[in-house]
């Protein structure tokens, strides 16, 4: 018997996205082909700290994850 997996629809960047609800900022970051440094990612307006990004993001929650770039 298959085991079917319990999903999170969360806002990303103002985009519907639905993850895996085990998966954290970590999986979030790696279905998006983001990549896991050189971001920081804020959950419903409070950044989270990389060293709680394995922690469940919560069902309807709005994520921020902003890029650093170089430029002048």
Same mark, same amino acid.
Not at 13 to 21: E, F, I, K, Q, Y
Not at 48 to 53: A, D, I, L, S, T
């Given at each position: 018997?298959?085991?079917?997996? =319990?999903?999170?629809? &969360?806002?990303?960047? #103002?985009?519907?996205?639905? &993850? +895996? ?9 790696? =279905?998006? #082909? &983001? $990549? +896991?440094? #050189?971001?920081? *990612?804020?959950? %419903?307006? *409070?950044?989270? $700290?990389? #060293?709680?990004? +394995?922690? $469940?993001?919560? %069902?309807?929650?709005?994520? +921020? *994850? &902003? ?6």
């Amino acid at each position: 018997m298959t085991e079917s997996k =319990q999903l999170v629809e &969360l806002t990303v960047n #103002g985009s519907p996205v639905t &993850l +895996d609800a085990a998966a954290g900022v970590t999986g979030l970051l790696a =279905q998006l #082909g &983001l $990549p +896991d440094c #050189g971001v920081a *990612v804020a959950v %419903d307006g *409070v950044v989270r $700290p990389q #060293g709680r990004w +394995d922690l $469940p993001i919560a %069902d309807g929650a709005v994520v +921020d *994850v &902003l890029t650093a770039v170089q430029g002048g």
